[in-house]
Nanobody, 119 residues
Framework: QVQLVESGGGLVQAGDSLRLACVASGRTSSIYAMAWFRQAPGKERDSVAAISGSGSPTVYLDSVKGRFTISRGDTKNTMYLQMNDLRPDDTAVYYC????????????WGQGTQVTVSS
């Protein structure tokens, strides 16, 4: 099994930046893709950005293109989400996810980290 722990959330003002981190432990050799999701109150969970095990390709939600950057760390057990020019509608709980079994989607999830952007 894979365990994921997110960090880096917080309260910021519109236009500010945050960097989220996700650290994976356990059977990390089974990870073939990772992603960041977010869920705002009363809304469905959306995929924000995804990255393959090799670090490329990457996929982004249209509303974050040009502002957010997903990356893998040197150890491959870490993943980051650099968020620039944050907006109030980016406010959500952000979750780290990993895909470890082909055909089963993202099957490992972190506990989430709150990002709140004030106007």
């Amino acid at each position: 099994q894979v365990q994921l722990v997110e960090s880096g959330g917080g309260l910021v003002q519109a236009g500010d930046s945050l960097r989220l981190a996700c650290v994976a432990s356990g059977r990390t050799s089974s990870i073939y893709a990772m992603a960041w999701f977010r869920q705002a109150p009363g809304k469905e969970r959306d995929s924000v950005a995804a990255i393959s095990g090799s670090g490329s390709p990457t996929v982004y939600l249209d509303s974050v293109k040009g502002r957010f950057t997903i990356s893998r760390g040197d150890t491959k057990n870490t993943m980051y989400l650099q968020m620039n020019d944050l907006r109030p509608d980016d406010t959500a709980v952000y979750y780290c996810a990993a895909a470890t079994t082909m055909g089963k989607g993202y099957d490992a999830w972190g506990q989430g980290t709150q990002v709140t952007v004030s106007s």
